[in-house]
């Protein structure tokens, strides 16, 4: 497998940490070439360091920023050659009921959760149309049900979902796949005030079959699997890596 995706070359948005930094890792042992993008430049060198500096480019963006990201997408194709695959990762989550939340909050999670999507596929599209590529989106359960207090972020998830399924009926007949996954809690700096709440950490547990939250490698995997040949035949999918949550129709459990 790592012989025959030895030029193969993949973008993951939000590098640095949790998630985005465990799928890089597992593109870079898969033998891809990967353009590792994000906000700060100290977090994604340290990833960068760990796959090594001829299979990585770092590339500093606001996903926000239309003009940035088509500079990130021109770059990675100059240094590399082409682009295979398109992991949108980056995300903000923030928790708010909505008569404490803002306009400025609203358009925080939309600027980065749904723009930066669309910033990302539509820049990235050219190049994957020339590979037979294909595009894995970072949703997820938030974007399949709803939470309390995340109204925006549950939005934006959602549009997320939806745009995923309908760019795979568009792209497909071109010969370029497009899934998201749609994870459930995940052990990241995002979700500090969850794992640092024991609480809160029992709660989830209580609701989700595996008992405990994701570990990012566990996202890494699937999302890697998604961009394989082993799932050529796979798209629009949006696929719950959720220990079992959304196996629930809600009820209480019962003895």
Known sequence: MVEELAERVVIVTGAGTGIGAATARRFAADGYRVVLAGPTQPELADVAGSIGAARSLVQVVDVSV???????VAAAVAHFGRLDVLVNNAGVAPTAPLPESTIEDWRAVMSVDVDGVYFGCKAALPHLLRTAGCIVNVSSVSGLGGDWNMSAYNAAKGAVSNFTRS??????????????????????????????????????????????????????????????SDARFVSGVNLPVDGGLTASNGQPRQA
């Open 66 to 72: 239309q003009a940035e990201v088509e500079a990130m």
């Open 167 to 228: 760019l795979a009926l568009e792209l497909g007949p071109q010969g370029v796949r497009v899934n998201a996954v749609n994870p459930s809690l995940v052990i990241t700096p995002l979700t500090e005030e969850v794992t640092e709440d024991e609480e809160l950490q029992r709660a989830f547990a209580e609701r989700i079959p595996l008992g405990r939250g994701a570990h990012p490698e566990e996202v890494a995997d699937v999302i890697a699997f998604l961009a394989s």
